[in-house]
Nanobody
Framework: QVQLVESGGGSVQAGFSLSLSCTVSGRTGSTYTVAWFRQAPGTEREFVARVSASGNSFFSAESVRGRFTCTRDTTNNQVFLQMNRLKPEDTAVYYC????????????????WGQGTQVTVSS
C-alpha cells in the first residue's frame, strides 16, 4: 500500500504563488510516478503534472506549462508542485496520486490518491 498526504493549499490573489507538498509513504512509494491532478466543482478531474520515480523527469499539462513545476525529494519521499502566476481558473481541489505507469496522465492509471487540498485564486 502507498499513502499520500497533501499540504500547502490556501487562498491567494491572481498573479501570486503557492507551493503544494505531497508526502509519499509505503514500502513501494519511492518507485512510483507521482502526479498532480485538480478538480473544480462540476468538472472532471484534470491532469496537472507528473514527476518520475527518480525525480529526473517532469511533464506538465499545457494549461499550466511555464507556470507550474513539479519536483521530487527522493530522500524525504516528498513531491512538490510550485505554482507561479496563478490565475482564477486554477481554483480547484488539488490531489497527488501515485502509480506504476511512467507516462500516465489519466486518473484511472493512478491507484493511490491523497485526500486533496483546496487552492483558491481570486481576481
Amino acid at each position: 500500500q502507498v499513502q499520500l498526504v497533501e499540504s500547502g493549499g490556501g487562498s491567494v490573489q491572481a498573479g501570486f504563488s503557492l507551493s503544494l507538498s505531497c508526502t509519499v509513504s509505503g514500502r513501494t512509494g519511492s518507485t512510483y510516478t507521482v502526479a498532480w491532478f485538480r478538480q473544480a466543482p462540476g468538472t472532471e478531474r484534470e491532469f496537472v503534472a507528473r514527476v518520475s520515480a527518480s525525480g529526473n523527469s517532469f511533464f506538465s499539462a499545457e494549461s499550466v506549462r511555464g507556470r507550474f513545476t513539479c519536483t521530487r525529494d527522493t530522500t524525504n519521499n516528498q513531491v512538490f508542485l510550485q505554482m507561479n502566476r496563478l490565475k482564477p481558473e486554477d481554483t480547484a481541489v488539488y490531489y497527488c496520486a501515485a502509480g506504476s505507469r511512467p507516462y500516465a496522465t489519466l486518473p484511472q492509471d493512478y491507484p493511490y490518491w491523497g485526500q486533496g487540498t483546496q487552492v483558491t485564486v481570486s481576481s
